[in-house]
């Protein structure tokens, strides 16, 4: 109802609020709240007071916590208190261990050593992204002067972004948008460049694993953020953008299989013909290891997968 309306139960004010986006509730409330929303909704429609046929856009039903195979309950004595693990790991620990642990819609067993992962992962991100504040305050973006290692990292972050966007906003999956942060994260340690372009492209990579882990762990992307150079808050930002540019790779890698099976990786142009791949391919020393001597019967050529040569 409407608390201010004295002349009607509901006003176009209704019409602004349903349907709900998105429900989110255990399956055990489809034969009460569900079933009851449904009705009432539909009994309001008939009545004229709303225009929706539906009460909710979408549904998920999430899984519930499980601690030695079982719902968790008082009554069992296998609850986890949750103060004491925030009070030993921090809320942002805690949370980020149960987006990761399960897709939303299946259960998860509760692990000690998983939450303990956790920690582990952020103390990693809050390590590089002061080891990366120790050097300053990074250069202007350049990308048109970038080398190899500098555009593969740039192709990874923007990958990454468009990933996360689909699997927070359209999947629901946050247990492998946090995997990819990780994955982001590691690459990270591997890149160590500390020209001007090189920790430009590190900035803009520290910059993204920041904002979209920030929905999961917002105290310590707050502080993060700051670190890396920002005066306003990190929850006041847009959501990160796909530079289109970036996901568009000069080079790709295709396996090389030497009568069925693998023997070599070669790095090609993006661009390059069925025969330079193949060129590339016979000639590389890997390859030519299980050729010598032998007749190449024929090259197959699968462009932007595989290349098969068949030796006899």
């Not at 296998?78 to 805690?94: F, H, K």
């Not at 990693?124 to 050097?135: A, D, I, K, N, P």
């Not at 808050?233 to 970036?246: R, S």
């Not at 299989?257 to 000639?283: F, H, S, Y």
Request: proline residues 4%; contains cysteine; negative net charge.
């Amino acid at each position: 109802t409407c608390p201010d309306n004295d002349t009607a139960m509901l006003d176009e004010r209704a019409d602004y609020w349903l349907p709900v986006d998105h429900y989110v509730g255990g399956i055990e409330h489809a034969i009460l709240h569900l079933l009851y929303s449904r009705f009432y909704n539909k009994l309001l429609r008939d009545e004229g007071l709303i225009k929706t046929d539906e009460p909710f856009s979408n549904l998920l039903t999430q899984g519930m916590v499980l601690k030695d195979g079982s719902k968790m309950s008082k009554s069992k004595g296998n609850t986890v208190d949750p103060q004491a693990l925030i009070e030993e790991y921090g809320a942002d620990t805690a949370r980020l261990f149960m987006m990761f642990a399960a897709p939303p819609t299946q259960s998860l067993e509760w692990s000690d050593a998983g939450v303990e992962g956790a920690h582990r992962f952020l103390k990693r991100l809050w390590h590089r992204v002061y080891q990366h504040s120790e050097t300053g305050a990074a250069n202007a973006l350049d990308t048109g002067s970038l080398n190899k290692d500098q555009k593969a990292l740039r192709n990874q972050v923007h990958s990454t972004i468009a990933k996360i966007t689909d699997d927070m906003a359209r999947r629901h999956t946050f247990n492998t948008a946090i995997a990819a942060v990780m994955e982001l994260v590691n690459a990270l340690y591997k890149f160590n460049d500390d020209s001007e372009q090189g920790q430009a492209v590190t900035q803009e990579a520290l910059e993204a694993c920041v904002l979209l882990l920030s929905p999961i762990a917002p105290h310590i992307t707050h502080s993060l953020w700051h670190n890396l150079g920002h005066e306003n808050a990190v929850i006041d930002q847009p959501w990160p953008q796909v530079d289109e540019a970036a996901l568009v790779k000069d080079e790709i890698q295709i396996i090389v299989q030497v009568n069925g099976k693998l023997r070599a990786r070669i790095d090609v142009p993006a661009d390059a013909t069925r025969e330079q791949i193949e060129q590339i391919a016979v000639n590389d020393a890997n390859v030519l290891r299980f050729t010598e001597d032998k007749t190449v019967v024929k090259v197959i050529v699968v462009p932007g997968k595989l290349v098969n040569v068949v030796v006899k």
